[in-house]
């Protein structure tokens, strides 16, 4: 999970969506509020909402991803992102500490300009803000949830034997006929009664 961490970090940090790399994944400091969903009403409000400080790995990181990119052109990010924390791991305590240093500095100032921003908020603002945000994660967390069981069931399907396999298959295709007939049947009654708006495009009956 730290690797998966780091990779969701470095790719936000370079603008790239990690949500398929990683899910759940945030700073191990937290704020009295997390700004990752802003509502629109309070982002017009407060355009210049200071961003999360990068952690003293992403921050390793991104300035480690372009030399491992020169040198390995043809490597994919995931892969660079493999050795550059395998290099983050072997790294003297003395050189993490410069970038500790630098995070702990830049989250101490980050949650000085978020104290500042949130007394300017009315207490029906904060509670309006706290219940946007806290919507965004449930879906959010319902979201990671569903990609989870999603890729689930796509396993479970590449493990199955081209005999079981066709098994499913012919129930979809035995669906898909009862859809058919289901369908031509309602639509015949559509056409019928003087509904031909309902009907499909495509198809055309006439009245009995």
Not at 6 to 27: E, F, P, Q, R, Y
Not at 105 to 112: G, L, M, S
């Amino acid at each position: 999970m730290a690797l998966l961490r780091g990779v969701w970090g470095v790719l936000s940090a370079l603008g790239k969506s990690g949500a398929d790399l990683c899910a759940g994944c945030g700073s191990r400091l937290r704020s009295p509020l997390s700004f990752a969903n802003v509502p629109r009403w309070f982002s017009s409000n407060f355009i210049g909402y200071p961003k999360k400080p990068m952690t003293s790995y992403v921050r390793f990181s991104k300035e480690q991803l372009p030399i491992f990119k020169a040198q390995n052109p043809d490597a994919k990010n995931s892969e660079l992102i493999k050795k550059i924390a395998e290099l983050w791991r072997e790294l003297p305590d003395a050189e993490k500490k410069i970038y500790e240093d630098a995070y702990r500095t830049d989250w101490q100032a980050y949650k000085e300009e978020i104290n500042r921003i949130q007394e300017q908020l009315t207490p029906s603002q904060l509670v309006s803000l706290e219940k946007e945000i806290m919507q965004k994660r449930l879906k959010k967390k319902a979201l990671i949830k569903k990609r989870v069981k999603l890729k689930i069931i796509n396993e479970s399907w590449k493990n199955l034997s081209s005999s079981q396999k066709q098994v499913y298959i012919q129930l979809a295709e035995d669906d898909k006929v009862r859809y058919y007939n289901e369908m031509k049947s309602w639509e015949e009654q559509m056409v019928e009664v003087g509904r031909d708006d309902l009907v499909r495009r495509s198809v055309k009956y006439t009245t009995k």
